[in-house]
């Protein structure tokens, strides 16, 4: 006679049998979910995460009370911008550097604006050591288009004086807990940065050729525009999930991005992995606007 511990399995087990099965096969691991109208993290196919923003002193008071204390104190004390997104359990930390360079000659009154987002072991398993990852490379070049493609911070806005000084600002991210959609989460960390940060007042004299900065006046940027991103993975052509996370992307047959502003305005979007119906995107953009204003405050 067997006994209740072999007739009737322990939860423990089921929950071991679940991650062994995910494992080996994540597709239909998926697909039951999704046959089931649900996902395996419990949202609902267009259900977003839940979004935290902090930037400034509370976001400094929160790194201090952090596990990352030592990645956190040595990007963040010196930096003119800070803020600290979580998107879910997508953690990510920007920072804000404001240096004084000589402008292009085809650009004499616009300044620089260098983002960058990194992706470190410590944030996860899938990521190794070494030099930057090529989705690493790829994230930084498609935030840097998002940013410019928005005009929200006028480069005009960083000139100190035409042909002879203008600010760099370096928006450095770091990400310290990856699962998913980091392209969202990092944009949006970026935007609380840039909206963090203030420039001292500067001078050129031009007799000595040199830069004079205030230690005692300091303005914010001109950010002119509130915008956000919303990512969308397709799946199967017909299942549209909203804020992918790191289980769920790699699955996906087709991934899109819809960078909007809080009035509806579409900034652009981002495909990759095939194409989509005219409805879905259409879709996805109406869902992109109502995102937007979400993230607004």
Known sequence: MSSPSATNPSAADETLRAQIFQRLHPRVYLERFIAEKIRPDGRTFDEWRNVSVNVGTRFTQLLRCSRHDALAAGSISTADGSALVRMGDTTIVCGVKAEIAEPELDRPDQGFLVPNIDLPVICSPKFKPG????????????????????????????????????WTLYVDCTCINYDGNAFDAALLAMLGALRNTTLPKATYNEETGRTMCSRKTRSPLQLTRNFASASFGVLDTSHVL??????????????????????????STTESGGAISEETLLWCISRAKERALQLKD
């Not at 790829?138 to 000139?159: H, Q």
């Not at 992307?249 to 509806?264: A, H, I, K, N």
């Open 131 to 166: 030099p930057p990852t090529e989705e690493a490379q790829v994230l930084s070049d498609r935030l840097n288009e998002a940013l410019i493609a928005s005009g929200a911070l006028p480069l005009s806005s960083l000139c100190i004086h035409p042909g002879k000084a203008v």
């Open 242 to 267: 909203s804020d992918p996370t790191a289980f769920e992307e790699p699955l996906m047959d087709v991934t899109l991005t819809v960078v909007v502003d809080d009035r509806g305005e579409l900034i």
